[in-house]
T-cell receptor, first 110, second 115 residues
Framework: EDQVTQSPEALRLQEGESSSLNCSYTVSGLRGLFWYRQDPGKGPEFLFTLYSAGEEKEKERLKATLTKKESFLHITAPKPEDSATYLCAVRSGYGNKLVFGAGTILRVKS | NAGVTQTPKFQVLKTGQSMTLQCAQDMNHEYMSWYRQDPGMGLRLIHYSVGAGITDQGEVPNGYNVSRSTTEDFPLRLLSAAPSQTSVYFC??????????????FGPGTRLTVT
């Protein structure tokens, strides 16, 4: 069974304090790992897709990396507006299904 | 483009009642799906569709029905509501072409309470 585990469950940072979120996965035949951002009361918003170990993607203060067993979302010098829940998901095998992790709630205080 | 729209935004049902959650997209996406989100459990796939007339079950399909008569619409029917179906429901859509199915566009959600 495909599984995605995210850690930590919640993270509090001071503005400017860089950190990383972790997404560990177990999947038979990875066909993409995806990061989403979700603001309170809204639907998730797509951030990144990673397909192979060693791949990196960047967007503003966020950088996503991928290994054969996990992905990291690095947040550099975060701002309060980066506060959100960050979700990780994998697509596996020959189907179109996504398996999501429970998410990491990030709070950045000024 | 309106993107993915969902109605209603909030709904309260009594146990045993039935209702339909509406979802529509105007991006001509082939792939559409329904998720439920519960605290601490992330998003779980209920049903999905790869095109008009084609649907399939996800991880938690029991108690729900779907149909896909057009590319744009993908309604979710609760047959006989139960308190365990209290959740936030999200509809999502994406292209089906290889490599892009994971880049899904989500609607704003429907918060359902079953008493």
């Amino acid at each position: 069974e495909d599984q995605v585990t995210q850690s930590p469950e919640a993270l509090r940072l001071q503005e400017g304090e860089s950190s990383s979120l972790n997404c560990s996965y177990t999947v038979s035949g990875l066909r993409g790992l995806f990061w989403y951002r979700q603001d309170p009361g809204k639907g998730p918003e797509f951030l990144f897709t990673l397909y192979s170990a060693g791949e990196e993607k960047e967007k503003e203060r966020l950088k996503a990396t991928l290994t054969k067993k996990e992905s990291f979302l690095h947040i550099t010098a975060p701002k309060p507006e980066d506060s959100a829940t960050y979700l990780c998901a994998v697509r596996s095998g020959y189907g179109n299904k996504l398996v999501f992790g429970a998410g990491t709630i990030l709070r950045v205080k000024s | 483009n309106a993107g993915v729209t969902q109605t209603p935004k909030f709904q309260v049902l009594k146990t045993g009642q039935s209702m339909t959650l509406q979802c529509a997209q105007d991006m001509n996406h082939e792939y559409m799906s329904w998720y439920r989100q519960d605290p601490g459990m992330g998003l779980r796939l209920i049903h999905y569709s790869v095109g008009a007339g084609i649907t399939d079950q996800g991880e938690v399909p029991n108690g729900y029905n779907v149909s896909r008569s057009t590319t744009e619409d993908f309604p979710l029917r609760l047959l006989s509501a139960a308190p365990s179906q209290t959740s936030v429901y999200f509809c999502a859509s994406s292209y089906s072409r290889s490599g892009r199915t994971g880049e899904q566009y989500f609607g704003p959600g429907t918060r359902l309470t079953v008493t």
